[in-house]
């Protein structure tokens, strides 16, 4: 059993744990560590892109994958999207992630290209949807939009977010935290400028929403949008700048420490 947290409690609790997991050497196993093998901001937020879109299962896995993507594309991402010739679409026709198959992978490369070539990029579509109501679902459902653009099979929809039915968007959640956060220390990126840090949602997955309801954060049972809108609004009552940075506490809490499979929150 948890025992019964107050506010201050559980705020200092969330602090504690934020300072421990958010360092340096929490790279090393999460599938962040691959855009920190870039440096140009293109190549950072293409490869970013990627990583996140397969960031489900096992953490080697997706590390691994990962890795073999940004291989396929040279290890210069923005630059192969800019000087693709159609041979190179071949090599991503073998690439396999649990359901995410080779025509998906092409879809998905074809369309960052598209999104690089025609609209400026992942920073300028996600600023545009951001700033018509500075809403992140808006900007998420305006992407989405982008992204589907290019010619693809109505299946690999499904392995693209969509927060008009409810989705939790934990990947794109988690690719804007990677893309807007910035505290130096070391993991974060916050290259983006245009999108406040105290507007983004938390990545809510199976390890955040159970540990979120054992402490008496989240009452919805059901992973979905309306659970990541409590559990955020939540944790703006900690810190209503920076909410996702709790991010940290309640993954690494889930996946370091196992807490939350089996206590049962008593607030």
Known sequence: ???????????????EKYDLFNRPSYIETDPIQIPHSFEKKEDIEISAFLAAAI???????IVANAKKLANFMENKPYQFLLN??????????IFKHRTFNGEDCVFFIRSLQNIYLKHNGLEAVFNEGFQKNKSIKE??????????????LHRTEKHLSNVEKNSAAKRINMFLRWMVRSDNRGVDFGLWQKIPTSA??????????????????LKRTANDWTAVEELTATLRTFDNNDPVKYDFSLFGLGV????????????
Do not use: C
Request: glycine share 10%.
């Open 1 to 15: 059993m948890v025992k019964t947290l107050s506010n201050n409690e559980l705020k200092e609790f969330l602090e």
């Open 55 to 61: 960031a489900w299962g096992q953490r080697k896995t």
């Open 84 to 93: 693709t010739k159609e041979k190179d679409w071949e090599r991503f026709k």
């Open 139 to 152: 900007a998420i459902g305006y992407f989405r939009s982008i992204f589907l653009e290019t010619n693809h």
């Open 200 to 217: 983004l949602f938390i990545p809510l997955d199976l390890h955040s929403g159970n540990v979120g309801r054992a402490l008496g954060l």
């Open 256 to 267: 370091f420490e196992g807490f939350g499979k089996t206590e049962t929150s008593t607030a």
